[in-house]
């Protein structure tokens, strides 16, 4: 399943254990809003729709639910039994300091070390690309800090993690 064009991967240096970034849970943990892996794809979707049916005299309580990926902009239905063995990825919405921009899709923003950092933003994603693009021409010709916020979270292929980051949302503030 593709992500977004915008969708870029982490750096971390070479050996990074990332395996903190996904908690194992059971099936019958989920709750609506909640994070969790896509079995299919292995990207991290929101929980929502979540039902419970119970099976005959002996079976096993069975979970169906939708997820919604932000990275890659699709939702897939799935089922499990309730002792299934899922993963709960830790996300984060880290908030980085905008530079500018690099022609029309690349982001350069600023660490807290000041260190450069590149995003892409793709005009596909009509809504947040336009958003975004007129949050950093208004808030730079105001002479205000731009600030973007990129969803964080990581994606396992495999025995492969890795972070993906999207930009989601972006704001304008004084500079301090």
């Known amino acids: ?7 870029t ?19 019958h943990d989920l709750k609506n ?12 979707g929101t929980v929502s729709e979540l039902k419970m049916s119970k099976t005959g005299k ?10 919604r990926m932000p990275h890659s902009g699709r939702s ?3 089922m499990h039994p ?4 899922l993963y709960r990825p830790v996300m984060e919405k880290v908030e980085y300091l905008v530079s500018h921009m690099d022609g029309d899709e690349d982001l350069v923003c600023l660490n807290e070390d000041f260190e450069e950092v590149f995003f ?34 990581p994606k396992k292929t495999g025995d492969n993690i890795e972070v993906l980051q999207i930009v989601t949302e972006s704001k304008a503030v004084n500079p301090q």
């Open 82 to 85: 309730g002792g299934d063995h």
């Open 120 to 153: 892409k933003l793709s005009p596909e994603r009509e809504d947040v690309y336009t958003k975004i693009t007129e949050c950093i021409e208004k808030g730079q010709d105001e002479g205000k800090d731009v600030y973007v916020t990129v969803l964080e979270g």
């Open 58 to 67: 002996h079976g096993h309580a069975k979970f169906t639910y939708k997820l």
């Open 9 to 27: 991967s982490k750096t971390y240096p070479p050996n990074t254990d990332l395996s903190s970034r996904l908690i194992p849970m059971h099936a």
């Open 33 to 44: 809003g909640m994070w969790c892996l896509d079995d299919k794809s292995g990207l991290p």
């Open 76 to 78: 897939s239905s799935l």
């Open 1 to 7: 399943m593709a992500t977004h064009k915008d969708c």
